[in-house]
């Protein structure tokens, strides 16, 4: 998104920021999920998912549409505690996901006036530092800035392996433009965005594309990308991209009084840019990847795990082992190939259990290569490397490996 594109300007902003950022964002109004619970066992349940059983679509729905839905599934004594099974549930009310501190010193008291968010987005940043942006880089529209980083909500339930957790890494984009071209530029990212999908190895039938029907009043469309997980049984968001009219930078200028205007030194015209946002999470999409790569096959009459990730995703390319551990002269010299190969790339270095037993090790975690010193080596200074889904092996000399890598790692 970044490094391969001279349209797009990478950022690392601040988590702590001023809290009418949050105010000028709606999140402090209104970041809210409804939330249902139990009388009975005091299970708590996200109310938006428990219509989406019944194919009630209410993600972002207001409060009063979701009550409706779930008021009419009550007297159809369909709605029940996932938990208990009790029927004797809450209404649904508006839970806010912002997760608040305060700054200043110890001995203050907690107030109001010095309140802080934990940012929910990555976006507000990015918004927060357009204008160092244009002042500094001078970037012509269309352009993007986007950036990777922590982000915190007051999630209902946290749940599902790492696919919703209270603590997450949000990688977003803000792509910045003139109006006219929104409906070109959405079109362009919705496609290089599910092609990065293909591209690192996800199946085209397992990835599909879900149009909100609840847009936001600011939006003018909204489309997520959906996996098709094993270990959640079904389709789940893992990004969304959403075309955001011209109203973050407009309230962002209402609220601090800057003026976040664009002029087009062609033709004049001054406007406020409007937003193409793509937002994913780095946890849920690590997730998707293990979800997609993780294969158990038979070996000579044994279950191999393997984690088939494409390589560039592993996150050990190559383990190196010594063919016996007491040897000194076989681990000094796999040592030596250590040295060589982690200079470039991950490496590890094992030397316990038998060579099968490393080699399974290795491929439960998707390391793409493992390469053996042996007793030859010591000889003709060539080694065994092993690959990970083929289980091919073959002899390579050791002054030719860091070749043999880059020409197989860095496709
Ligand atoms: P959901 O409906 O699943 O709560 P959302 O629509 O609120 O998600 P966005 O605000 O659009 O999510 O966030 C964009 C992306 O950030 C999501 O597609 C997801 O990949 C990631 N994300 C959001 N919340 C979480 C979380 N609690 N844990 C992990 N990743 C998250």
Same mark, same amino acid.
């Given at each position: 998104m970044v490094q391969l594109r001279d349209d797009i300007y990478g950022l690392d902003s601040a988590i702590f920021m001023h809290p009418t950022t949050w105010v000028a964002s709606g999140h402090v109004e209104g970041f809210d999920d409804p939330q249902i619970d139990c009388k009975e066992c005091k299970q708590r349940m996200r109310a938006d998912h428990v219509l989406e059983e019944f194919e009630i679509e209410a993600d972002k729905a207001p409060i009063d549409f979701i009550n409706k839905e779930l008021d009419k599934l009550k007297k159809e004594e369909k709605l029940k505690c996932a938990n208990c099974g009790s029927k004797n549930l809450t209404e649904a009310k508006q839970f806010s996901l912002m997760i608040k501190s305060n700054l200043g010193s110890p001995t203050d008291k907690l107030s109001e006036e010095n309140v802080v968010y934990l940012r929910p987005e990555t976006c507000g940043g990015i918004y927060l530092e357009y204008k160092n942006m244009m002042d500094s880089v001078h970037p012509k529209l269309p352009f993007g800035i986007a950036q990777i980083g922590k982000a915190f909500r007051?999630? /209902?339930?946290?749940?599902?392996?790492?696919?919703?957790?209270?603590?997450?890494?949000?990688?977003?984009?803000?792509?910045?433009?003139h109006p006219d071209e929104m409906e070109e530029?959405?079109?362009?990212?919705?496609?290089?965005?599910?092609?990065?999908?293909?591209?690192?190895?996800?199946?085209?039938?397992?990835?599909?594309? *879900?149009? *909100?029907?609840? =847009? &936001?009043?600011?939006? &003018?469309?909204?489309?997520? /990308?959906? #996996?098709?997980?094993?270990? =959640?049984?079904?389709?789940?968001?893992?990004?969304?991209? *959403?075309?955001? %009219?011209?109203?973050?930078? @407009?309230?962002?200028?209402?609220?601090? $009084?800057?003026?976040?205007?664009?002029?087009?030194?062609?033709?004049?015209?001054?406007?406020?840019? *409007? /937003?193409?946002?793509? +937002?994913?999470?780095?946890?849920?999409?690590?997730?998707?990847?293990?979800?997609?790569?993780?294969?158990?096959?038979?070996?000579?009459?044994?279950?191999?795990?393997?984690?088939?990730?494409?390589?560039?995703? +592993?996150?050990?390319?190559?383990?190196? #082992?010594?063919?016996?551990?007491?040897? &000194?002269?076989?681990?000094?010299?796999?040592?030596?190939?250590?040295?060589?190969?982690?200079?470039?790339?991950?490496?590890? #270095?094992?030397? @316990? %259990? +038998?060579? $099968?037993?490393?080699?399974?090790?290795?491929?439960?975690?998707?390391?793409?290569?493992?390469?053996?010193?042996?007793?030859?080596?010591?000889?003709?200074?060539?080694?065994?490397?092993?690959?990970?889904?083929?289980?091919n092996q073959e002899r390579v000399k050791i002054e030719d490996l860091q070749k043999y890598f880059q020409e197989n790692l860095n496709i």
């Open positions: 007051n999630e /209902i339930i946290a749940r599902q392996f790492v696919f919703r957790t209270r603590e997450f890494e949000q990688m977003e984009m803000q792509y910045f433009l530029k959405y079109d362009m990212w919705r496609e290089i965005r599910l092609n990065w999908y293909l591209e690192y190895g996800i199946p085209k039938d397992k990835i599909r594309w *879900h149009e *909100h029907e609840v =847009l &936001s009043h600011y939006a &003018s469309q909204a489309y997520d /990308i959906e #996996f098709d997980f094993k270990c =959640l049984d079904g389709y789940k968001e893992v990004e969304g991209i *959403h075309a955001r %009219g011209n109203w973050d930078l @407009s309230q962002h200028s209402k609220h601090s $009084g800057v003026d976040l205007t664009y002029t087009d030194d062609k033709t004049n015209e001054k406007f406020t840019p *409007h /937003i193409m946002e793509t +937002s994913t999470g780095l946890n849920r999409i690590f997730l998707m990847f293990i979800d997609n790569a993780y294969t158990e096959e038979e070996v000579e009459g044994e279950t191999r795990t393997v984690l088939k990730l494409d390589k560039r995703l +592993s996150p050990i390319k190559i383990a190196i #082992f010594p063919l016996l551990k007491n040897k &000194s002269e076989l681990v000094g010299k796999a040592k030596e190939v250590l040295e060589m190969l982690r200079k470039k790339w991950m490496c590890e #270095f094992d030397l @316990s %259990g +038998s060579i $099968g037993k490393r080699y399974r090790r290795q491929d439960e975690i998707g390391t793409p290569y493992c390469v053996t010193v042996d007793f030859d080596s010591l000889e003709d200074d060539s080694v065994t490397v092993r690959e990970r889904d083929t289980m």
